[in-house]
C-alpha cells in the first residue's frame, strides 16, 4: 500500500525557517517524481515545488523561488522541503504527492499524504 | 500562467446526473486531471489525461473534453459524493496550475 507520511509543521514566526518532511513507503521511491502542494486555509490547491526522481530537476512557483527547497533522499525514501524567511501569506497546508508522467497525458497525483499545517505568524 | 475556471459551486439530488466544467485560458490538449476533496482529507484522483478512469474509482465518475473546455460526470451522484473537485492541466510547461474548485452540495 502506498503511503506518504508529512511531519515537521506548526506554528512560526515570519522571516524564520521550517523543514518538511514526507515519508514514503509501498512503493519504488527513487522511481517516481515527487510534488509539494499547498492549500490556504479554505483556499484552492498551489502547486509549491516539483522534483525529479533522481533530484536533478526541480520547479518552484514564482512566490517561492529563492526561498524554499525541495530536495529528496532516495535512500531514506524520504522528501523534504526546506521553507526559509516564511511570510504569512505561506501558511497553509502542505501535502506531499507523488508525480505520474505519461506522455499525451502530462503529469498529475495519483497518490496524496494526509498533509501538515504550517502557520505563520507573530 | 494557464487559468482554469470552474464554477464555484452545484446542488443537485441523489440519484440525479451532475456535470462539473473547467475551462482553460489556453489549449491543453488531454493534459487535464480531476480530483474530489471531501472536507479535511487530502486530494483524491479520479480522472487522468481527461477521460481515464483511476483504478478503484466507480463508472459513476467519467471525464471529457480536449484543448480548453473539460467536463467530469457523475451519473447517478450519490450522498457520499458531497466534495469539492478540482480540475488541474500539466500539458504546458510548469507552473502546471489548478482551478479554484467546484463544491458539490446533495440537496
Known amino acids: 500500500e502506498v503511503q506518504l507520511v508529512e511531519s515537521g509543521g506548526g506554528l512560526v514566526q515570519p522571516g524564520r525557517s521550517m523543514k518538511l518532511s514526507c515519508a514514503a513507503s509501498g512503493f519504488t521511491f527513487n522511481n517516481y517524481d515527487m510534488a509539494w502542494v499547498c492549500q490556504a486555509p479554505k483556499k484552492g490547491l498551489e502547486w509549491v515545488a516539483t522534483?525529479?526522481?533522481?533530484?536533478?530537476?526541480?520547479y518552484y512557483r514564482d512566490s517561492v523561488k529563492g526561498r524554499f527547497t525541495i530536495s529528496r533522499d532516495n535512500a531514506k525514501s524520504t522528501l523534504y522541503l526546506q521553507m526559509d524567511s516564511l511570510r504569512s501569506e505561506d501558511t497553509a497546508t502542505y501535502y506531499c504527492a507523488r508525480l505520474l508522467g505519461i506522455p499525451y497525458y502530462g503529469s498529475y497525483c495519483d497518490y496524496w499524504g494526509q498533509g501538515v499545517m504550517v502557520t505563520v505568524s507573530s | 500562467d494557464t487559468v482554469l475556471t470552474q464554477s464555484p459551486a452545484l446542488a443537485v439530488s441523489p440519484g440525479e446526473r451532475v456535470t462539473i466544467s473547467c475551462r482553460a485560458s489556453e489549449s491543453v490538449s488531454t493534459g487535464m486531471h480531476w480530483y474530489q476533496q471531501k472536507p479535511g482529507q487530502q486530494p483524491k484522483l479520479l480522472i487522468y489525461?481527461?477521460?481515464n478512469l483511476e483504478s478503484g474509482v466507480p463508472a459513476r465518475f467519467s471525464g471529457s473534453g480536449s484543448g480548453t473546455d473539460f467536463t467530469l460526470t457523475i451519473d447517478p451522484v450519490e450522498a457520499d459524493d458531497t466534495a469539492t473537485y478540482f480540475c488541474?492541466?500539466?500539458?504546458?510547461?510548469?507552473?502546471?496550475?489548478f482551478g479554484g474548485g467546484t463544491k458539490l452540495e446533495l440537496k
Open positions: 522534483i525529479s526522481y533522481d533530484g536533478s530537476s526541480t
Open positions: 489525461g481527461a477521460s
Open positions: 488541474q492541466q500539466s500539458w504546458n510547461d510548469p507552473p502546471w496550475t
